[in-house]
């Protein structure tokens, strides 16, 4: 499973940084990604980075402002959001896929998410 | 952008029955490559169908998907009271990935 953290409150414009920890297999032998949820609205791929962590895709409302990373150790994922916006607050989910492809591939394993509500 | 259109919005049905969620495509998702997942409120989603028909692992045959090109369908047969929840499909066809606004199943 994996377990996000770094959710907060923060002022339009700000920056957060979002972690992601797997347990029962390492994030290196899996394609990570993160997709979140608007209050009220369904779910949306946000960013993807490959096994070896130098290849990244992104969706277009968060291409320039998003960065997703992933640790030397390979233990965590991460998310750093800049510049951010009204609309990216969200619940924000680690999902990992067996394959990394510009048009994605399904999601086998999930997390609960973590919340960043950006204030106005 | 490949648009997923799920309908109902919200199907109303009681334990034991049999549920039938839609998906349409904006255009015909290549290779079939279309995912359903569960998701209740506070849970991980939970992947239940890969590749428009195949269960994933620890997934109960009473969930099924089916389909092609723009018209894919999962059913849900003798419903369980733990099926209650939001399901949406997704599609890893074409670029970028999409999701459907979702379906609502609820007793």
């Known amino acids: 499973q994996v377990l996000e953290s770094g959710g907060d409150l923060v002022q339009r414009g700000g920056s957060l940084r979002l972690s992601c920890e797997a347990s029962?297999?390492?994030?290196?032998?899996?394609?990570m990604n993160w997709v979140r949820q608007a209050p009220g609205k369904g779910l949306e791929w946000v960013a993807s980075i490959g096994r070896t962590g130098t290849a990244t895709f992104y969706a277009d409302s968060v291409q320039g402002r998003f960065i997703i990373s992933r640790d030397k150790s390979d233990k965590t994922l991460f998310l750093q959001m800049n510049s951010l916006r009204a609309d990216d607050t969200a619940v924000y989910h680690c999902?990992?896929?067996?394959?990394?492809?510009?048009?994605?591939?399904?999601?086998?394993?999930w997390g609960r998410g973590t919340l960043v509500t950006v204030s106005s | 952008e490949l648009v997923l259109t799920q309908s109902p919005g919200t199907l109303s049905l009681s334990p034991g029955e049999t549920a039938t969620l839609s998906c349409r495509a904006s255009q015909s998702v290549s290779s079939n490559y279309l995912a359903w997942y569960q998701h209740k409120p506070g849970q991980a989603p939970r992947l239940l169908i890969y590749?428009?028909?195949n269960r994933a692992t620890g997934i109960p045959d009473r969930f099924s998907g089916s389909g092609s090109k723009t018209d894919f369908a999962l059913s849900i047969s003798r419903l369980e009271p733990e099926d209650f929840a939001v399901y949406y499909c997704?599609?890893?066809?074409?670029?970028?990935?999409?999701f459907g606004q979702g379906t609502k199943v609820e007793i």
């Open positions: 590749g428009a028909s």
């Open positions: 029962g297999f390492s994030i290196s032998t899996k394609a």
């Open positions: 997704q599609q890893y066809g074409s670029s970028p990935q999409t």
């Open positions: 999902a990992s896929s067996a394959y990394f492809r510009p048009e994605g591939w399904y999601f086998d394993i």
